[in-house]
């Protein structure tokens, strides 16, 4: 569950710059990589990218997406979504309008008056001068008020009707790349699970993981949490070091041709107590109710519910306090990490075949540990499937 | 990176105390930061971006507030100061709501806020919709002249 990136911040560097700030730094510098992880082969061979084709009829639909929400162009910066719609991750912006080739823009400015003129001036060329302009979600505040102030007629709107309206529902070659992210996260974890040992440090665990992933062709990240600080579902800047007993909880994924896979697993390091037992298998119950509400046709909100009722039934809860569920059940996933839409209370956006979630209702018992489940979902016609097997018992953490 | 202690208590009440003067000169009431070196230089505050609206509103007079994800709130009073307040949302709720609340409570219901230079758009989009009547403006001149790295 771990937050989606941004233009100006990737997660994955994120995670290396939160591990840094305690002075081990997770995947920059490993050192002791166990020989079982340096064996892992590439996992990366016959991935199919995204045709050209693909990204033309994506463009197509967000014309017809900015026809209904009346935008007469939309304006991108480098980005996931600028990668959806172009193939590329090169430094610049879009311009993308009602009609001809949408206007990539290389940074070609020297200062940030010429770049807002220049995006300013591929707006008018564009016929969209004095109209209403989407904005991507992450194009940041002084581009806006530079451009604003070039073309004073401009209405800025959300562009996230058309981004989000196109990227929301994947197409079978966007599935068959987030199922080979899913794969090779779940062996990622299976060779790092192998690793653990007493005394082991959270950075270490997470070292590992990286390192799995370089060796499965990919680029990866995870974080691991050790102990009481499960309860954390983002974990603690407090070092940690694995003893027996503790519940060990990696989360996180990888990327293969810009889609991501987002997987969380908690084991016990040992043997399991009985309460340790019972919190997982109620965890593994809300996570399958989740599964069966996520029927094409019910809310995004009514997912939630269904998972945050066993929760609540069992006496946690109710609603975000814990012990019990702090955060929403699920995020949409794609070329982020986490996207629209959500599984969250007062999302009453109708689920689609093609849509894809995260499952992962956490229970957090703060001072004691936190469990999470983790697997994603995508909605067929005939109602939720996961990507990955779920783990069927808290011995076993893969399927 | 300082810490968020005692120590560093007294250099992040300094740097603040220039911005503010910063920002009576550029008439700005209120400034809204997202994560990001400018929150870390005034705050100490090292944190994430992500879809989960994170931020700190710096107002001419009073505590600083961070407004920040409620799940979240062990994890991030671990890095902010006692002297701030800490207002969270849930999953279902609005920051924008918290943020344009925060303002209110302060006074301010007119006049200049200015924006963190690289907040995203959704961001800033949120606020206005529920605080039409701010005038907006880039936090850019005023944290440059407050030497706000």
Known sequence: MLDRSTNSLNRRVFLAAAAGLTGAIAAAQPTNIPESIRALQPMTGGV??????????????????????????????????????????????LVMALKG???????EWKTDEEKYRSIARALKDRGAGTGRVGIEERVQFDVVDGIGKELAALE????TPVTAGCRVIKSRAELALMQRANDITIAAYRAAFGTLREGMTQHELSANIAAAYQALGVRGDAMAIFGKYTAFPHGSIQPQKLR??????????????????????????????????????????AQDAALAA?????????????????????GFGPGYKVPGLPHRTGHGIGLDGHEWTYLVRGNKTRIEPGMCFSDEPTIAIYGEFGVRLEDCMYITEEGARMFTKQSPEIEQPFG | MPQ????????????????????????????????????????????????????????????LAFVLPGFEEMRARELIRDAAEVR??????????????????????????AIDPSARFFVFDGIKKLAPKLDYVSAQPVLKSADVK
């Open chain 2, 88 to 113: 969270i949302w849930q999953e279902d709720e609005s920051p924008f709501q918290q943020i344009t609340d925060v303002l209110k409570e302060r006074g301010i219901s007119a006049g200049r806020v």
């Open chain 1, 101 to 107: 080739d949408p206007v990539p823009l290389a940074p």
């Open chain 1, 48 to 93: 199919q990218p995204i045709t050209r084709e693909e990204r033309a009829a994506r463009v197509e639909k967000a014309r017809r997406l900015m026809r209904e929400n009346r935008m007469d162009a939309v304006l991108m910066e480098a980005g996931s979504s600028m990668f959806y719609f172009t193939g590329s991750r090169a430094d610049g912006a």
């Open chain 1, 244 to 285: 027996e007993g503790d519940l060990v909880l990696v989360d996180d994924g990888c990327s293969v041709e810009g889609y991501q896979s987002d997987i969380t697993r908690t084991i016990v390091f040992g043997k399991p107590t009985a309460r340790q037992r019972e919190i997982w298998n109620l965890e593994r119950r």
């Open chain 1, 294 to 314: 996520a029927k094409p046709g019910a809310t995004c909100e009514s997912v939630d519910a269904a998972a945050r009722k066993v929760i609540t039934d069992y």
């Open chain 2, 4 to 63: 968020a202690s005692e120590n560093s208590g007294a250099l992040y009440d300094a740097r603040l105390a220039k911005l503010r003067e910063a920002m009576k000169e550029f008439g700005i009431r209120a400034i809204v930061l997202e994560p990001g070196p400018a929150m870390v230089y005034l705050t100490g505050v090292r944190w994430g971006r992500s879809e989960r609206t994170f931020a700190v509103v710096i107002p001419e007079k009073g505590n």
């Open chain 1, 156 to 159: 800025f709107v959300s562009a």
